[in-house]
């Protein structure tokens, strides 16, 4: 963020941040010499409450951070139907307001916000930890030492992701695929006339990507059951193979 800061400010950019699925993650800004929450840094943010994320409400919900008051000022015009004060409408806008109900719920559940994180890298550690002492033929996320991951999700690569995830079904454990199509593939994005071979690394590692179970109630005991089934697969795999 640091560099990407800084040459925004080289070329007169803004920079907004995608934090959807990072509420509480952290960066050290050599900068700045310290630690900083994602969502603080951009000239705006945008984070997401859909009921899966870290901190989820019961429905559809999302709010965005800045620390400009004229931003914030026009984002709170667009998301109540472009009203600058009731029924008097100064641009077309959205109903993007979030319910009260909602907004309770996420209240409560925020302040449980930190352990939930705290559990979830725990999590991320012990499968880190099993993978790297095991022949498990994936790789695990990577997490630089400048960063603090919150896990909403924990994404393995394999090469044979379609077998592993049938054999871990039919052992009752669900996985995932976040995402399956890569963006400059997506149909919204054909007129900008990419095609498949473009952007080779990207291509080929969406074709990897799983999402294991991760959330903060995951148990040693379906943590171990994961991992041994994991293990299972490789081993009958490089068995195929011989």
């Not at 100064?90 to 994180?117: F, M, P, T």
């Not at 994936?138 to 999700?153: D, M």
């Not at 976040?178 to 990207?202: C, E, M």
């Amino acid at each position: 963020m640091d560099a990407i800061l800084e040459l925004a400010a080289a070329y007169g950019l803004f920079v907004v941040e995608d934090a959807c699925q990072a509420h509480g993650a952290e960066y050290f800004s050599r900068k700045r010499n310290g630690w900083m929450k994602a969502g603080s840094m951009g000239r705006a943010a945008a984070f997401s409450f859909y009921p899966g994320k870290n901190l989820g409400a019961c429905g559809e919900a999302g709010a965005v951070t800045t620390n400009d008051a004229s931003l914030a000022q026009a984002m709170r015009t667009l998301r109540d139907h472009g009203q600058a004060t009731k029924y008097y409408h100064d641009v077309e806008g959205y109903n993007g307001r979030l319910d009260a109900i909602q907004a309770g719920l996420l209240h409560v559940k925020l302040s449980h916000l930190a352990g939930w994180n705290s559990a979830r890298r725990e999590r991320a550690a012990i499968y880190n930890r099993q993978f790297a002492s095991s022949e498990a033929e994936l790789i695990p996320p990577y997490e630089p030492s400048w960063s603090r991951g919150v896990y909403h999700l924990y994404v393995v690569r394999c090469e044979d992701r379609e077998e592993m995830m049938d054999y871990l079904k039919q052992s009752g454990i669900g996985t995932g695929i976040h995402y399956p199509i890569p963006l400059h593939l997506q149909k919204a994005y054909v007129s900008l006339n990419y095609r498949p071979g473009d952007f080779p690394v990207t291509e080929r590692i969406a074709a990897e990507i799983l999402s294991l179970p991760m959330f903060p109630q995951l148990t040693a005991e379906q943590q171990a059951r994961v991992v041994e089934k994991l293990l299972n697969f490789s081993a009958k795999s490089e068995y195929a193979r011989l």
